[in-house]
């Protein structure tokens, strides 16, 4: 068997050490998760990551059961679809409508469409040797979703110099993960294995750059994403020019003073009121 077999000791020895890895990887997120459950709120975290894990972890289940012979593939990747379940249905109890909403469509069109349109091809289209090969290739792309799928959280780092999104030990794992499974594949001659991996140890490496420069950085919040809208308070002073102060403060108006009228006041003013106009009316008379 291929990684296990006693002729491939440092192969069995990677396969193994890349399960331990892996699982390590896939036990990363608790800490997010665990602040999920505690704040009742998904926050700014996404579920795009989770779901595209799954996926790939189901495609490579099924890869190694067509290559056969596959048992590390097929153990860590088998692990790998219960975690990321339990994660999402974490995510879903806990998130906004709208975001439950575009977490069970992209489970449909992916981890249901998607992955049932590729299982029917292949066993329609192909046979032996080239099943295994075009599944191969369609790992391989996958995979490399999976490492690009928490780049999708680069952006707003930079915008808001800030990386509470962006756990430096699940970016750690990833590339010390991709490095051990890149050794393995390469031990038993699998490029559909090694591959992938040269791209996620790229990756995992620009995250945890990212994280150098911005863990220590002063979070500056766009102003769109502001809750309470910025004032802009104009103070002139004489013999200097005049300042902007911003605050969040906002003060209201004070209408003038209204006088009060009295009945009796009121009854009093109505009754000159008909005098004057009977006199007047004398008058035109």
Same mark, same amino acid.
């Given at each position: 068997?291929?990684?296990?077999?006693?002729?491939?000791?440092?192969?069995?020895?990677?396969? +193994?050490?890349?399960?331990?890895?892996?699982?390590?990887? =896939?036990?990363?997120?608790?800490?997010?998760?665990?602040?999920?459950?505690?704040?009742?709120?998904? !926050?700014?975290?996404?579920?795009?990551?989770?779901?595209?894990?799954?996926?790939?972890?189901?495609?490579?289940?099924?890869?190694?059961?067509?290559?056969?012979?596959?048992?590390?593939?097929?153990?860590?990747?088998?692990?790998?679809?219960?975690?990321?379940?339990?994660?999402?249905?974490?995510?879903?109890? =806990?998130?906004?409508?709208?975001?439950?909403?575009?977490?069970?469509?992209?489970?449909?069109?992916?981890?249901?469409?998607?992955?049932?349109?590729?299982?029917?091809?292949?066993?329609?289209? %192909?046979?032996?040797?080239?099943?295994?090969?075009?599944?191969?290739?369609?790992?391989? !792309?996958?995979?490399?979703?999976?490492?690009?799928?928490?780049?999708?959280?680069?952006?707003?780092?930079?915008?808001?110099?800030?990386?509470?999104?962006?756990?430096?030990?699940?970016?750690?794992? +990833?590339?010390?993960?991709?490095? #051990?499974?890149?050794?393995?594949?390469?031990?038993?001659?699998?490029?559909?294995?090694?591959?992938?991996?040269? +791209?996620?140890?790229? %990756?995992?490496? #620009?995250?945890?750059?990212?994280?150098?420069?911005?863990?220590?950085?002063?979070?500056?919040?766009?102003?769109?994403?502001?809750?309470?809208?910025?004032?802009?308070?104009?103070?002139?002073?004489?013999?200097?020019?005049?300042?902007?102060?911003?605050?969040?403060?906002?003060?209201?108006?004070?209408?003038?003073?209204?006088?009060? #009228?009295?009945?009796?006041?009121?009854?009093?003013?109505?009754?000159?009121?008909?005098?004057?106009?009977?006199?007047?009316?004398?008058?035109? #008379?």
């Amino acid at each position: 068997m291929a990684g296990l077999s006693l002729q491939h000791p440092l192969a069995f020895a990677f396969g +193994l050490l890349g399960n331990v890895i892996s699982f390590m990887t =896939y036990l990363a997120p608790l800490p997010t998760f665990y602040q999920i459950y505690k704040n009742k709120s998904t !926050g700014g975290f996404q579920s795009v990551p989770y779901v595209v894990a799954l996926f790939s972890a189901m495609l490579w289940i099924y890869y190694a059961l067509l290559k056969s012979n596959e048992c590390l593939l097929i153990t860590i990747n088998a692990a790998g679809c219960v975690i990321e379940t339990i994660y999402i249905v974490v995510y879903l109890i =806990y998130a906004p409508k709208k975001a439950k909403l575009f977490t069970v469509k992209i489970m449909l069109l992916i981890n249901v469409g998607v992955f049932g349109l590729i299982l029917l091809l292949t066993l329609l289209l %192909f046979a032996g040797h080239h099943r295994v090969v075009a599944l191969g290739w369609v790992c391989v !792309g996958f995979s490399v979703s999976v490492f690009v799928a928490p780049l999708s959280i680069i952006g707003k780092v930079v915008r808001t110099r800030s990386v509470e999104f962006m756990p430096f030990s699940l970016s750690l794992s +990833l590339t010390v993960s991709a490095v #051990v499974w890149f050794l393995y594949g390469l031990l038993i001659k699998d490029k559909y294995v090694a591959l992938p991996n040269v +791209l996620g140890f790229t %990756f995992g490496v #620009v995250q945890m750059v990212l994280y150098a420069i911005y863990c220590n950085a002063t979070p500056r919040v766009p102003a769109k994403e502001l809750k309470v809208p910025e004032h802009v308070v104009t103070i002139g002073k004489l013999g200097a020019p005049a300042v902007e102060l911003k605050t969040h403060e906002v003060h209201p108006v004070e209408s003038p003073p209204t006088e009060e #009228v009295t009945e009796p006041e009121a009854a009093a003013a109505e009754e000159d009121g008909k005098v004057v106009n009977k006199g007047s009316n004398a008058e035109n #008379v």
